[in-house]
């Protein structure tokens, strides 16, 4: 059989949204993101899409945030007529405690990051702590009400 070499793939994660910039804020702010720069050439977002003959109302449907220092996954916000109807499919874990740290140890490092994520729009929905090595989380919903944990 042939060696094949297979490389890893970059993904952005892409959420559907009543307000783009406004989910992108929370996120930016939750994950220590900042917005993408536009395209080289350009100084402004408005600038490129006013080049390419993209509406103001058109280029409001969507934003984007990235890591700052290259490691994660581009942030991708679009605009979608429909409300969030179910639980997520799909959700992000905000890692925030050490693996090493015992339980309440984590629950401590958790908990002040819990509420800054209040704070700026979440909703805290059920902690577990489950006292084994399964760990110790927190259930939250983003400002628009997309499931994620904090662990």
Sequence with gaps: MP??????????VTFDARNPRALAD??????GYVRQSPPPGYDTWDAFAMDKGISADESEKYDSVIDPDGNGPRLFFQKVPEEK?????MHLDVNVAGHGLP???RRSAINPEVERLVDLGATRLEDFDLGDSSGVWTVMQDPEGNEFCVQ
Excluded: H, V
């Design 3 to 12: 060696y094949c070499w297979r490389m890893a793939r970059t993904f952005q």
């Design 26 to 31: 929370f996120w930016s702010e939750a994950l």
């Design 85 to 89: 109807a179910a639980k997520n499919r």
């Design 103 to 105: 339980d309440e140890g």
